[in-house]
């Protein structure tokens, strides 16, 4: 009868084991389907490059947009969700211009810029852009840590510090190209300079962009010389521009354009027109723009003791080339 009930005793104590084993399994099995994570990264769709930034294109003294897209990917809701960006990073700056749907949830004026987004449920999503100014020429790392907590674990918040980084390319500053991001609603002109020598370049071009034109990457480039001018000799070096994404831009784009007194020779400045791709701009007073919105027309050139500058104007980008 001992036994019997020792034998009995023994086996249910195994069974409250083996259940016992089973509820640990059971509890920690849902335990680790909690699994903890958040996008932070370049992607839309929130799948690729996790943990990583990417860059629009940018020469030195230009700027760059990193686009950052947050996603609960969790199947719990994560809270005290914050992401923070030290303004001065490896030789480049991050500007207080946040852009995007959820820019009003980020405080530029702290060092470093917070962007608090409170409670993630699982599944939501955040958006929001940051504007780099270039350092020198090289890479400059760019890192942007998140911090959040777990909402259904049962040992407490389990506070989480995770982080995105990107080696952030920048192109050498010359006196022949420039490529920025433009911010939206700011004007600008640009001018592409090393900082040394190019005030005795033979041919310097500007691009004035409007600020109706801005919040995209803009470049502006005269380093290859003019060619294929038809029945028209070319003159120096044919302007490249590239903004709005090649769209028309509103209401001009101006190409400023000086050509020292060199490269013009004999050329007769009231002679001189330009070919904005196919399209050809006059010379002279047939070809001056004849009022304030007029496109594809010359303003008046200005004659100064090195050389002549023209300003031309287009609805889109593409390129330019002087023609005497």
Not at 132 to 137: E, F, R
Not at 225 to 240: Q, R
Request: with cysteine; hydrophobic share 40%.
């Amino acid at each position: 009868m001992r036994a019997t009930s020792m034998r009995r005793l023994i086996g249910g104590a195994a069974a409250l084991t083996l259940v016992g084993t089973t509820l640990l399994t059971a509890a920690g099995s849902a335990l680790g389907a909690d699994t903890r994570k958040i996008y932070i990264g370049p992607d839309p769709a929130f799948t690729d490059g996790n943990g990583t930034l990417a860059f629009t294109p940018v020469t030195a003294g230009g700027d760059s947009l990193s686009t950052i897209y947050v996603k609960n990917i969790d199947n719990q809701s994560l809270t005290h969700v914050v992401i923070s960006i030290a303004k001065s990073q490896n030789g480049s700056t991050v500007s207080d211009q946040i852009l995007g749907p959820n820019a009003s949830k980020c405080d530029a004026s702290i060092d470093p810029i917070t962007c608090d987004f409170g409670n993630l449920k699982a599944g939501v999503t955040r958006q929001f852009s940051i504007i780099i100014h270039a350092g020198a020429l090289g890479s400059s790392g760019i890192v942007a840590k998140i911090v959040f907590n777990e909402s259904n674990n049962p040992n407490g918040g389990n506070l989480q510090i995770e982080q995105a980084t990107g080696s952030l390319p920048i192109g050498a500053a010359t006196c022949n190209s420039l490529a920025t991001f433009l911010p939206p609603g700011i004007a600008k002109t640009l001018i592409p300079d090393d900082g040394t020598t190019c005030s005795a370049d033979g041919q310097r071009s500007f691009l004035i962009i409007p600020a109706a034109a801005n919040g995209n990457v803009a470049s502006v480039d005269d380093s290859t010389t003019a060619t294929d001018c038809g029945a028209f000799t070319c003159l120096g070096f044919e302007v490249i521009g590239n903004v709005n994404s090649g769209a028309q831009v509103s209401p001009y784009l101006k190409w400023s354009i000086f050509y020292s007194n060199a490269l013009l020779g004999n050329v007769n400045p009231n002679k001189v027109g330009f070919l904005h791709g196919t399209t050809l701009i006059l010379a002279g007073n047939k070809g001056l723009c004849k009022n304030a919105n007029a496109v594809d027309c010359q303003e008046p050139y200005v004659v100064s003791a090195g050389g002549v500058t023209f300003t031309i104007r287009t609805a889109t980008n593409g390129g330019v080339k002087g023609i005497g």
